[in-house]
């Protein structure tokens, strides 16, 4: 059967997902969403991104109380990160159950090695085409519960685990996964 841009799309981001998220143990809850199929992944063919699409995407995945996290990938879209993330804030103001946070090819200016746990972020949020990430805000508010910043836990201990295995193995995955992209969509046109 031969290869399709949203199969593609779908087989990048699993890769993704499982060596970066997973291989790297950088989410607490993401392995069990992963295996328990609580990930709903939707590819919009569109170079022109739309809010009202991920809306209608968000209302499929908040029907689902199963599902704690959404990806809406977005492989023809060719925007800079400024501009990806402003339309993740259009996204985020148009309201609804999930949580959005905005990933980009593009290393978003973070320094390699990351020197902080806030450029780590930027680093490891470098997904093979521009996405975001969905994530049920119930989830995040049981994982804070005793005021606990969510966020700024998961940076720091990303922080350290990557410091541990070397920054230059992240690097370069990131990078290979970039490659991966490149020629599996350049096999397409």
């Known amino acids: 059967m031969p290869a399709t841009l949203e199969g ?3 087989r990048l981001n699993a890769r993704y997902v499982e060596e970066v998220v997973i291989g790297w143990d950088l989410c607490p809850w993401a ?3 992963w295996r328990d199929g609580e990930v709903e992944r939707r590819v919009f063919p569109s170079p022109r991104p739309e809010a009202a699409a991920v809306a209608a995407f968000v209302e499929q995945i908040a ?3 199963r599902c704690s996290v959404g990806l809406a990938i977005f492989p023809r879209v060719d925007l800079p990160v400024a501009a990806w993330d402003r339309f993740a804030e259009e996204v985020r103001r148009a309201g609804g159950p999930f949580l959005v946070a ?3 090819p593009s290393d978003r200016g973070a320094a390699a090695p990351a020197a902080t746990p806030a450029q780590l972020v930027s680093l490891i949020r470098r997904t093979p085409d521009p996405t975001l990430q969905l994530v049920r805000a119930s ?3 049981a994982l804070g519960a005793g005021g606990r910043d969510v966020s700024a836990d998961v940076a720091q201990a990303n922080f350290a ?3 541990r295995r070397d920054p230059a193995r992240l690097v370069a995955l990131l990078d290979d996964l970039r490659r991966d992209r490149d020629r599996a969509y350049a096999a397409l046109a």
Request: proline letters at 6%; aromatic letters at 6%; hydrophobic letters at 60%.
């Open 8 to 10: 593609e799309a779908l």
């Open 31 to 33: 392995a069990r969403a």
């Open 63 to 65: 029907a689902r109380p």
């Open 102 to 104: 905005a990933f980009h």
């Open 139 to 141: 989830l995040i508010d």
């Open 161 to 163: 685990t990557v410091a």
